[in-house]
């Protein structure tokens, strides 16, 4: 079973932040914190990933809280083609990757 | 193009049949990864290959289903006499081992089986 709970599916406006939350709240302390995305119909898309320091990369933001219980996954300016399906992900050395259902985010105009 | 590739794209068969699909992954990677994905479902682990070997198989891996990786390159997944329940996507995924290892996925092979 995954380790992580996600909202089923969120909206976000064209041009503004999405911020997806994920809540881990029995991460180890040496599991790192994995955001996918899947565009329909195509593989997932590796976003960024942490452990405990906040991450950044050209398409997102990564903020893990300090106790790591959950995280937030920030598009700093959401576009059409950034309507996916998210995954959070935790997984440490030697773990395979569990997938949930994601958060289904849909960027509307 | 230096990503996962995935070849057929798309499947149709008939039950009974048997179906073969391939992976090439990132030409550096020492992993490969096979998973199953139904719709509205995220994606399942089948196995995995660690070079040539294949170190872990899911209990969702039925014997009707046999992976290879000969050369420690590419992979090939069989589904012997397909059923309609092993209608979905399959995808593969590459990496290098390692406490940050990342995944890379390939598109994936629809399979319907009618």
């Known amino acids: 079973d995954a380790k992580t709970t996600q909202p089923t599916s969120m909206d976000c406006a064209e041009g503004r932040a999405a911020n997806l939350p994920c809540n881990h709240s029995?991460?180890?302390?040496?599991?790192?914190v994995y955001w996918y995305r899947q565009i329909h119909s195509q593989g997932p898309q590796y976003i960024i990933h942490?452990?405990?320091n906040n991450e950044t990369n050209e398409m997102a933001s990564l903020i893990i809280t300090e106790d790591r219980k959950s995280s937030t996954l920030i598009l700093p300016h959401a576009t059409l083609r950034d309507t996916a399906v998210y995954y959070c992900?935790?997984?440490?050395?030697?773990?395979?990757?569990?997938f949930g259902p994601g958060t289904r985010l849909s960027v509307l105009p | 193009d230096t990503g996962v590739s995935q070849n057929p794209r798309h499947k149709i068969t008939k039950r009974g049949q048997n179906v073969t699909f391939r992976c090439d992954p990132i030409?550096?990677?020492?992993?490969l990864y096979w998973y199953r994905q139904t719709l509205g479902q995220g994606p399942e682990f089948l196995t995995y290959?660690?070079?040539?070997?294949?170190?872990?198989k899911s209990r969702l891996l039925s014997d009707r289903f046999s992976a290879e990786r000969p050369k420690g390159s590419f992979s090939t997944l069989e589904i012997q006499r397909t059923e309609q329940g092993d209608s979905a996507m399959y995808l593969c995924?590459?990496?290098?081992?390692?406490?940050?290892?990342?995944?890379?996925f390939g598109p994936g092979t629809r399979l319907l089986v009618l």
């Open positions: 942490g452990l405990k």
């Open positions: 029995t991460i180890s302390g040496n599991e790192y």
């Open positions: 992900i935790v997984r440490s050395y030697g773990q395979n990757f569990v």
């Open positions: 030409s550096e990677h020492n992993r």
């Open positions: 290959f660690q070079n040539e070997a294949q170190l872990e």
């Open positions: 995924a590459s990496s290098l081992a390692g406490d940050q290892e990342t995944q890379y």
